[in-house]
């Protein structure tokens, strides 16, 4: 069995994942906030599953989660992120600590926690999860838009990093009808629509289908990539 880490893994795509993998040859690791909701992914998971409950504020919280998946790890599916606009800017400071702490430094240190257990003998998985607001730009996301930014380039250069050793690669998901952005969809629903080529809004399963690839062997000539998965919306 091939153990993946999952953080994120009770949100809508985190849950969409868990479903699609069901058919895998995966041991999930689900790591998400304490909550019920985690114990309830857990739960539906149709595989074997462990649920870790953690913030992941720290390189040592970082690393005592990946010490608690086992002593080989295949794969991480980093899905775990914090969405909130800054309209005043720095005039609120602590949403861009917020929005670089929950969704770039949660990132790096994880991976720093994962990479010295990857599979000496096949190349493990690294996929991140960054999005359509720095694909085009979010004007009332800065903050969030700089953080997913940041982690493509993370991806790029963990590619060169690690070679044959890890395939790296990133999501970028358009507006997916989820609780996230559901603010978004709310106010500027009409609007948003008229800029996806496709007319429709995505699934969380739409995303989960494209992570469920680069984690098999289909996928093993593809790495450094940024994949976007918006209906279109990056060309519109």
């Known amino acids: 069995m091939r153990t993946v880490i999952v953080t994120g893994a009770a949100g809508a795509i985190g849950r969409a994942l868990i479903d699609v993998l069901a058919d895998g040859p995966y041991r999930l690791a689900l790591v998400d906030v304490p909550g019920a ?47 909130q606009p800054d309209p005043e800017l720095a005039h609120d400071p602590g949403v861009w600590d917020r929005a670089i702490r929950h969704n770039l430094t949660n990132a790096y240190d994880m991976v720093t926690a994962v990479a010295d257990r990857l599979d000496p003998g096949v190349p493990g998985r690294m996929i991140f999860i960054s999005s359509a607001a720095f694909t085009r730009g979010s004007t ?88 976007h998965v918006d209906g279109g919306m990056v060309n519109s």
């Open 37 to 83: 909701a985690l114990e309830e992914a857990r739960v539906a998971a149709r595989v074997e599953a462990v649920a870790l409950e953690s913030m992941l504020d720290s390189p040592s919280e970082c690393a005592r989660v990946a010490a608690a998946c086992g002593d080989v790890v295949y794969g991480l599916v980093h899905l775990a992120g914090v969405y």
């Open 140 to 227: 009332g996301h800065v903050a969030y838009s700089a953080a997913k930014g940041g982690l493509v380039g993370m991806v790029r250069a963990l590619s060169r990093r690690y070679g044959q050793r890890a395939l790296v690669n990133a999501l970028a998901p358009g507006v997916i009808d989820s609780p996230m952005p559901r603010h978004l969809i709310a106010a500027r629903g009409e609007q948003l629509l008229a800029e996806i080529p496709l007319g429709r809004f995505g699934q969380p399963r739409e995303v989960a289908a494209v992570i469920r690839f680069l984690l098999s062997d289909d996928a093993s000539y593809i790495t450094g990539q940024l994949i």
